[in-house]
């Protein structure tokens, strides 16, 4: 299946999945093109974790003072635990935050958009929920 590349000022959506370690978005970011990539404005959120330990959020993520210890464990350590990251799949060091939105983002190599929770490697199978992602081309 060939990846979809937006033309300036259009926008597409896709789903990123709580459960799955990589959500393909099937949209090939173009390096030095700018996007804009914000989650669907509709109090979408996601669950970490089930039983006792649960936690609902939304794409921004959460930060517990019990979880410190296991900050080593994130994928992504520069944001909260199940904070919506992007990446360029395929492209070593091109994880980003995106959070509820990311106004801008320069792609700094082709490559199809991944998104994810940012959890521990070994702990998607306990996470549920999905999230609707809005991209769209700016430059």
């Known amino acids: 299946m060939s990846l979809k ?3 300036v000022g ?8 709580a459960r799955n ?5 099937n ?17 979408q959120t996601w669950v970490d974790g089930n039983g006792i330990i649960r936690n609902e959020v939304t794409a921004k993520g959460y930060s517990k003072a019990y979880l410190r210890p296991f900050a080593f464990l994130k994928r992504y350590k520069g944001a909260n635990w199940f904070a919506l ?6 492209v ?3 994880r980003f935050y995106i ?3 990311r106004p801008t983002y320069t792609a700094k190599a ?7 929770a940012n959890d521990a490697w070994a702990r998607y199978g306990n996470n549920s929920g999905e999230l609707e992602v809005r991209i769209t081309r700016l430059s």
Request: glycine share 10%; proline share 2%; charged share 35%.
């Open 5 to 7: 590349k937006l033309n």
């Open 10 to 17: 259009e926008s597409d959506q896709f789903t990123v999945k």
């Open 21 to 25: 370690r990589n959500n393909e978005s």
């Open 27 to 43: 949209i090939e970011l173009i390096k030095g093109a700018k996007y804009s990539i914000q989650v669907d404005p509709k109090g």
């Open 85 to 90: 990251i992007g990446a360029i799949k395929d």
């Open 92 to 94: 070593k060091s091109s």
């Open 99 to 101: 959070g509820e939105e």
């Open 110 to 116: 082709n490559g199809e958009l991944i998104c994810y």
